[in-house]
């Protein structure tokens, strides 16, 4: 059974860091491509990274140059490092896992999510 676990999350005020992990079981990260995605209260569930099974990464525009995606195959694991954070990141955070190399197009499998929460 696949499961995709996010830790790292918490409350920080605005300015600090926090560093996201998903633990992925039953899958490679070799073989998926793995992305962030979060959803703020009320607000539609949006994408924030993804690296693919090459190691390429990308970001959206309200993120990118304070985020970066990473991962450790031989964990299975993938980070968000989250700097310089302000509180319009408050959110709760998803990883998920796409089969292949492409990351665009529908994602295979979600985890629980983590919270973010960002005081000004």
């Known amino acids: 059974q696949v499961q995709l676990v996010e830790s790292g999350g918490g409350s920080v005020q605005a300015g600090g860091s926090l560093r996201l992990s998903c633990a992925a079981s039953s899958i490679s990260t070799k073989s998926y491509c793995m992305g962030w995605f979060r959803q703020a209260p009320g607000k539609q569930r949006e994408w924030v990274s993804h690296?693919?099974?090459?190691?390429?990464?990308s970001y959206a525009s309200s993120v990118k140059g304070r985020f970066i995606i990473s991962k450790d195959k031989a964990k299975d694991t993938v980070y968000l490092q989250m700097n310089s954070l302000k509180p319009e990141d408050t959110a709760m955070y998803y990883c998920?896992?796409?089969?292949?190399?492409?990351?665009?197009?529908?994602?295979?499998?979600w985890g629980q999510g983590t919270q973010v929460t960002v005081a000004s």
């Open positions: 998920a896992a796409r089969g292949g190399s492409s990351c665009y197009g529908q994602w295979d499998y």
């Open positions: 690296i693919t099974t090459d190691g390429i990464t």
